[in-house]
């Protein structure tokens, strides 16, 4: 008899639930076709989007993050209002519930990888430097080749490429070389002391002024800057185009070839370092008389 009512209990209430189920049917019904039709508007409104985002940006990486997150936002006003029309309100509050508890979670966990995300988003944005350009982090000096939102690549100029992220390039200072296309060239030289010093400094002007690439409206500037061991020593500097890394060492290069022509041919001399030999002669001792003492000394221990 027990087994009976259970059998009836349980028929009741299979009953109940199909009952349930086909009333649900047309609710189920509007809701896939509801769903749907937001499925196909986000697959336009994405498309809708890189059209605008290829007008306003040229950032691809940027361009697909909001081209997802706008078809992203769309798919979810479509379930939204599906789960409305099924009655489901109540289980989708629990589901962004839970999912906001698992999200936090995820962000203490990978706050890291975050923090690299976002900065990417921001640099994106920004521009602060762009695929192409020259740019100086640390001891990473190359060219830019990729930029992703997560990281950044750096291909040195020894032909290294470096992975950085881009939470380091958003919050610590760099130099862009790109984006101030010219530098100053310093160039050290030192001259014999019994040289005219305004020959000299006339002589250098009118050398490195001759040089190709000059930035105009620059003007070449020369400092004596001390008395050297050997020589009166003196720095000139000039600007000079940065197209690219070797555009400073180039003008460096010729600029010494020139100096170097231009004192030979007015007889300017550029001196060899001076050092002094000590034998350890003291007193007035000559050096022949101290070379004898060393000799007999060596000749003493050996016997």
């Given at each position: 008899?027990?087994?009976?009512?259970?059998v009836?209990?349980?028929?009741k209430e299979l009953?109940?639930?199909?009952e349930m189920?086909?009333?649900a049917?047309?609710?189920?019904?509007?809701a896939?076709?509801?769903?749907s039709i937001f499925?196909?508007?986000a697959?336009?409104v994405?498309?809708g989007?890189r059209k605008l985002?290829?007008?306003?940006?040229?950032n691809k990486?940027?361009d697909?993050?909001?081209e997802?997150f706008?078809?992203?936002?769309?798919?979810c006003?479509g379930l939204?209002l599906?789960?409305?029309i099924?009655?489901?309100?109540?289980?989708?509050?629990?589901?962004?519930a839970?999912?906001?508890?698992i999200?936090?979670?995820?962000?203490f966990a990978?706050?890291e990888?975050?923090?690299?995300?976002?900065?990417?988003?921001?640099?994106?944005f920004?521009?602060p430097?762009?695929i192409?350009d020259?740019?100086k982090?640390d001891d990473?000096f190359?060219?830019v080749?990729?930029?992703?939102?997560?990281?950044?690549?750096i291909t040195?100029?020894?032909?290294?490429?470096?992975?950085l992220p881009?939470?380091?390039?958003?919050?610590?200072?760099?130099?862009?070389?790109?984006?101030?296309?010219?530098?100053r060239?310093?160039l050290?030289?030192?001259?014999?002391?019994?040289?005219?010093?305004d020959?000299?400094?006339?002589?250098?002007?009118d050398?490195?002024?001759?040089?190709d690439?000059?930035?105009?409206g620059?003007?070449?500037?020369?400092?004596?800057d001390?008395?050297g061991?050997?020589s009166?020593n003196f720095i000139?500097r000039f600007?000079v185009?940065f197209?690219?890394?070797?555009?400073?060492?180039?003008?460096?290069?010729?600029a010494i070839?020139?100096?170097k022509?231009?004192?030979?041919e007015?007889d300017?001399?550029i001196p060899f370092?001076i050092?002094?030999?000590?034998?350890?002669i003291?007193?007035?001792?000559?050096?022949?008389?101290s070379?004898?003492?060393?000799?007999?000394?060596?000749?003493?221990?050996?016997?």
């Amino acid at each position: 008899m027990q087994l009976n009512k259970a059998v009836n209990l349980l028929m009741k209430e299979l009953e109940t639930w199909l009952e349930m189920a086909v009333k649900a049917i047309p609710n189920l019904v509007l809701a896939l076709l509801v769903f749907s039709i937001f499925w196909f508007l986000a697959r336009y409104v994405r498309l809708g989007t890189r059209k605008l985002m290829n007008r306003v940006n040229s950032n691809k990486a940027v361009d697909g993050l909001i081209e997802n997150f706008t078809s992203f936002l769309v798919m979810c006003l479509g379930l939204f209002l599906a789960l409305g029309i099924l009655n489901l309100d109540k289980t989708l509050t629990s589901l962004l519930a839970g999912a906001g508890v698992i999200g936090l979670a995820l962000g203490f966990a990978f706050q890291e990888i975050a923090s690299n995300f976002v900065s990417g988003v921001f640099i994106a944005f920004r521009q602060p430097y762009q695929i192409g350009d020259i740019i100086k982090i640390d001891d990473f000096f190359g060219e830019v080749t990729s930029i992703d939102l997560r990281t950044t690549s750096i291909t040195t100029f020894d032909g290294l490429e470096a992975v950085l992220p881009n939470k380091k390039l958003f919050t610590e200072s760099f130099i862009n070389y790109t984006s101030t296309p010219v530098i100053r060239v310093e160039l050290g030289v030192g001259v014999s002391y019994g040289e005219d010093l305004d020959r000299v400094e006339q002589i250098t002007l009118d050398t490195i002024k001759s040089l190709d690439g000059l930035v105009p409206g620059k003007d070449v500037q020369f400092f004596y800057d001390e008395f050297g061991g050997s020589s009166i020593n003196f720095i000139t500097r000039f600007w000079v185009g940065f197209p690219d890394n070797g555009a400073m060492l180039k003008a460096k290069h010729e600029a010494i070839k020139r100096i170097k022509k231009a004192f030979d041919e007015n007889d300017i001399s550029i001196p060899f370092p001076i050092r002094t030999l000590d034998f350890g002669i003291k007193g007035g001792e000559n050096l022949k008389h101290s070379l004898e003492n060393v000799f007999s000394q060596d000749k003493e221990l050996s016997n």
